[in-house]
Nanobody, 126 residues
Framework: QVQLVESGGGLVQAGGSLRLSCAVS????????MGWFRQDPGKEREFVAV????????IYADSVKGRFTMSKDNAKNAVYLQMNNLKPEDTAVYYC???????????????????WGQGTQVTVSS
């Protein structure tokens, strides 16, 4: 069974930084794209970032572009999301997801992802 475990969330003041991690087990994802999504209560799940299987290409949501950076370490079976200059509107549960499709395509629709972690809470205070 594929397992994804997010960590690194917490409470931070506006303007602060957090680094989220996602560790994947029982699956060697060197051939898979990985994505980060977030969801705040009362809102739909929102795309944040996606990275290609080899970590060489990324796409970011306009709302986080220039502030967030996604990276992928195939040797460690882990992905990361460095979040800088956090804003209260970044408050959400952040989810890591794996795209089982091995094609070199970056997808932003959460319905296209096959495996999900349980999420980690990020709360940004004003």
């Amino acid at each position: 069974q594929v397992q994804l475990v997010e960590s690194g969330g917490g409470l931070v003041q506006a303007g602060g930084s957090l680094r989220l991690s996602c560790a994947v087990s029982t699956w060697t994802f060197s051939s898979n794209a990985m994505g980060w999504f977030r969801q705040d209560p009362g809102k739909e799940r929102e795309f944040v970032a996606v990275i290609s299987y080899n970590g060489r290409n990324t796409i970011y949501a306009d709302s986080v572009k220039g502030r967030f950076t996604m990276s992928k370490d195939n040797a460690k079976n882990a992905v990361y999301l460095q979040m800088n200059n956090l804003k209260p509107e970044d408050t959400a549960v952040y989810y890591c997801a794996l795209d089982r499709d091995t094609r070199v395509v970056l997808r932003t629709d959460p319905s296209e992802y096959d495996y999900w972690g349980q999420g980690t809470q990020v709360t940004v205070s004003s």
